[in-house]
């Protein structure tokens, strides 16, 4: 089995010479698209409470090219939020 690294390279070259483009270009064009989606994601004000109205106006969905749509409903929040609350009160009174 190659290592994730080997294999990541291995790919990043595969394209570039496909593509006739420098390694370098390929890779940094790869991780600015990731660093988008990550900054996109991390920017939404998930932390603070909301209504099922204000959740919704939010653009909680992204769609990757081949990978699909990553997307977020207003019942999974509710349970996430729900999940973090329970944990967090269960190190609170381990403490």
Excluded at 12 to 39: C, M, N, Q, S
Aim: net charge positive; charged share 35%.
């Amino acid at each position: 089995m190659i290592p994730e690294k080997s294999r990541y390279d291995a790919i990043i070259e595969e394209v570039a010479l496909k593509h006739g483009l420098p390694v370098k270009v390929v890779d940094r064009t790869y991780r600015a698209f990731w660093v988008f989606v990550r900054d996109k994601v991390t920017s939404l004000p998930l932390k603070q409470p909301l209504t099922e109205e204000e959740f919704n106006n939010l653009r909680t969905s992204i769609n990757i090219p081949s990978l699909g749509k990553f997307y977020c409903d207003y019942e999974q929040f509710s349970r996430i939020k729900k999940r973090l609350e329970y944990v967090k009160a269960l190190k609170e009174n381990d403490d």
